[in-house]
């Protein structure tokens, strides 16, 4: 996957804070920028159940909020919302993640794109739980297979030695080293 793939940006945690405060402000700038390819798409998933008109909903009025660069050209809102969608389920649920592989393949059915990138804007605690689900329903594509995939992780990563030390171990099973970005929140303001 190069910078100027188009991929499927799943981002675990959609419903909170991080989300509509930090992550699509920052990609609607991108966007606005021109900097976002064609084809780019994000998938919110998070507990809460809701539609997605309402997290496009919800995410302009983020945007309007928190963004820093200002309002686009109607057309390049109509874009950017445009590419927002939802997906609802539990995180520790193997179910609720075959729904979720179910809705990216026939995204990527649509679009043809099979690169991925997973953003992990959860507690440390839960993601543990979502990393399971990804290994036990085979989420993630293998590497050099038909599609790539990527990892984003908040920091703290974990809640302790032992829990950090799991968390990496399920990370290490799913992705190389070089597919796994850790992220410092408290540095990346």
Same mark, same amino acid.
């Given at each position: 996957? /190069? ?10 945690? %959609? ?6 405060? *930090? =992550? ?5 700038? =991108? ?18 159940? *809701?539609?997605?008109? !309402? ?8 945007? !309007? ?18 590419? $927002?969608?939802?997906?609802?389920? &539990? ?8 729904? =979720? ?9 649509? &679009? ?9 804007? $959860? ?11 990804? *290994?036990?329903? &085979? ?9 790539? %995939? ?13 829990? %950090? !030390?799991?968390? /990496? ?15 410092? !929140?408290?540095?990346? &303001?």
């Amino acid at each position: 996957m /190069n910078e100027t793939s188009p991929c499927t940006m799943v981002i675990f945690g %959609a419903s909170g804070d991080l989300t509509s405060r *930090k =992550l699509v402000p920052a990609l609607y700038s =991108l966007d606005r920028d021109g900097l976002l390819p064609e084809g780019f798409t994000v998938v919110g998933y998070g507990r809460t159940v *809701k539609s997605h008109e !309402q997290f496009r909903q919800e995410m302009r009025e983020a945007v !309007q909020t928190y963004c820093r660069t200002g309002a686009a050209s109607a057309e390049t809102q109509q874009r950017f919302f445009s590419r $927002l969608h939802y997906a609802s389920g &539990k995180y520790d649920d193997p179910q609720s993640f075959l729904n =979720l592989k179910d809705l990216l393949g026939s995204m990527r059915a649509q &679009k043809g794109c099979g690169h991925y990138l997973y953003y992990m804007a $959860l507690p440390p605690g839960v993601a543990e739980a979502v990393l399971q689900c990804m *290994k036990t329903t &085979k989420f993630v594509p293998p590497p050099g297979g038909d599609g790539a %995939a990527r990892i984003m992780m908040e920091k703290p990563f974990g809640v302790d030695l032992p829990s %950090a !030390q799991r968390l /990496n171990r399920l990370v290490t099973e799913m992705f190389d080293e070089s597919q796994v970005y850790r992220v410092d !929140q408290y540095l990346a &303001k």
